[in-house]
């Protein structure tokens, strides 16, 4: 069982979009002062997340009439180092400070992928573990536990109509969710698609 990411040093990896999209991410925590609560990010179970995300995306897709997808080990790697370089590196983007993008990553794994006339597509979030969060569109959140995160995370993607669509979108087949939890509880996730 995986629990809480480690910081890795693994050298630059990349991003792009064929379908370009701008991670959606929330403001900020509402308050630096830490809660006394019974969970601490250091029993985060990612593997846990991930699976919580891939759920949710397969419920949304079904209750959209769309085909569930296939949870993808390979894409999920590409996906974790993309989440865990971000957080390496200081930025939040489908394009690393390098100029690199997610087919780059893809091609850097040894991940092909040509679904239905598509190379690939990526989502990214960015949110706090069992911190209250301030967004612009849904209040203030907190996530508690693994299943809140992750379908948190989801509502992120579905509050924006790009993001929607590309996880909605009928051509995929296969998804990788990776996501990496930084000390201060920062949850960063990337889905990547084929």
Known sequence: ??????????GAL??????????????????????????S??????????????????????AHGVDELEFDDE?????YVH????????????????????????????YECSVNGYLGGENLAQTWFDTPVATDDRGTVHYEDEQELGEGIVDQWLGSSGHEANLLAEHWENQGI???????D?????????
């Open 178 to 184: 990776g996501v990496f939890v930084t000390d201060d």
């Open 1 to 10: 069982m995986r629990r809480r990411s480690k910081s890795i040093g693994t």
């Open 83 to 110: 989440s865990e370089d971000m957080v390496e590196r200081s930025y939040f983007a489908h394009e690393d400070p390098d100029g690199d993008r997610f087919l780059d990553r893809y091609e850097d794994a040894g």
């Open 14 to 39: 990349a991003v792009i979009l064929v379908v370009s999209l701008i991670g959606v991410g929330a403001t900020a925590p509402v308050s630096s002062a830490t809660e006394d609560t019974d969970q």
């Open 186 to 194: 920062q949850v960063y996730a990337t889905q990547n698609f084929c």
């Open 75 to 79: 894409l999920r790697d590409v996906a």
């Open 41 to 62: 990010a250091d029993s985060v179970d990612i593997d846990d997340v991930e699976q919580a995300i891939h759920d949710a995306v397969n419920e949304e897709r079904a």
